[in-house]
């Protein structure tokens, strides 16, 4: 299918204003980055995003952990109604690993909660390059890991959690769910993950795959963003690491997953193929890919309903058969 005019329009407004910070030395990212938020809390940019649903409670916190003892700044939804205790959904967000905030995922977090019947908590991970592999990714499993471990202060249920998250976000909640599974292995104590919803996660930061060749240049994110975003975040580190590069990790043992793709999107092979070894695995996996769809629709919900609200849905009915 055509890419739809007004993602078309999207694309070329978002180079007008700057194009992204994936191809800035890193001493140059975190200015850029305020800059491209300032944008995003515009009206305009609200437009585009969409707004939450009305009956969705939202708190702003802070989560303690050991590395960060202040707490982890989070967003916590809860539905209008649920099971007490309830089942809860931990969300990273997506941006590269450099980029992305709160702001950015409440629209799609709100939905979920609210068809899911689960409290979900966003999580404001710290961001490379100030914070490069695998900080970003250790923020996440701590936040989980705090979660669980103090079920009573949220109002959820320690053994019914889902992780989800977009792009740089499906990475990281992946790579939760491999590094509570490898805790275990080791005979430590870690939270149990009954389920992972992956928005077109990216999951190989070596190997160039074939969408990233024939999709160069997409509206929200290009084939050339992916590598100098992954250059940002490893920041010298080796990229085969399979906490870095999922699709090369053993994946025998890891919860229920939902993948989901975009037809327009150069990461469309690292949903494609991590959907495959995961099946090949033994793990259950669902796999979908949207047609006439694009990289970042659960963060265009304005402007992309009708897919956005699908794969909402869609999301919400597996977390609600697995959580």
Not at 48 to 59: A, K, L, Q, T
Request: glycine content about 10%; hydrophobic content about 45%.
């Amino acid at each position: 299918m055509r890419l739809p005019l007004s993602l078309r329009a999207v694309g070329a407004l978002r180079r007008r204003l700057g194009g992204s910070v994936a191809h800035l030395a890193p001493v140059d990212v975190p200015a850029a980055r305020e800059a491209v938020l300032r944008l995003q809390h515009g009206p305009l940019a609200r437009a585009v995003m969409g707004s939450p649903p009305r009956d969705v409670g939202v708190e702003d916190a802070r989560l303690p952990t050991a590395a960060v003892p202040e707490g982890l700044a989070v967003r916590v939804y809860r539905p209008p109604s649920t099971d007490a205790p309830a089942p809860v959904v931990v969300n990273f967000h997506g941006g590269g690993y450099v980029q992305g905030d709160l702001d950015q995922s409440e629209w799609f977090c709100s939905h979920v909660a609210r068809q899911a019947g689960a409290v979900v908590v966003s999580v404001d991970y710290r961001l490379a390059p100030e914070h490069t592999f695998p900080v970003p990714a250790q923020d996440c499993y701590d936040a989980v890991a705090a979660l669980t471990a103090d079920p009573g202060a949220w109002g959820i249920d320690p053994v019914r959690i889902g992780v989800m998250g977009d792009s740089a976000g499906g990475n990281l909640a992946t790579v939760v769910c491999l590094m509570a599974r490898d805790r275990r292995r080791d005979g430590l104590d870690a939270p149990r993950i009954a389920a992972q919803v992956l928005v077109y996660p990216g999951v190989e930061m070596v190997d160039v795959l074939p969408s990233e060749r024939a999709i160069p240049v997409a509206p929200i994110l290009s084939a050339a963003d992916i590598r100098g975003f992954h250059a940002l975040y490893l920041g010298g580190a080796d990229g085969t690491h399979p906490y870095a590069s999922p699709l090369r990790a053993d994946l025998a043992g890891l919860p229920p997953a939902l993948v989901q793709t975009a037809e327009h999107d150069p990461l469309r092979d690292h949903g494609d193929r991590y959907a495959a070894a995961l099946a090949d695995a033994g793990v259950e996996v669902r796999h979908t890919c949207y047609l006439g769809a694009a990289h970042g629709y659960v963060a265009t919900g304005g402007l992309t309903p009708r897919t956005s609200l699908q794969a909402v849905a869609e999301a919400a009915a597996f977390l609600r058969a697995h959580t």
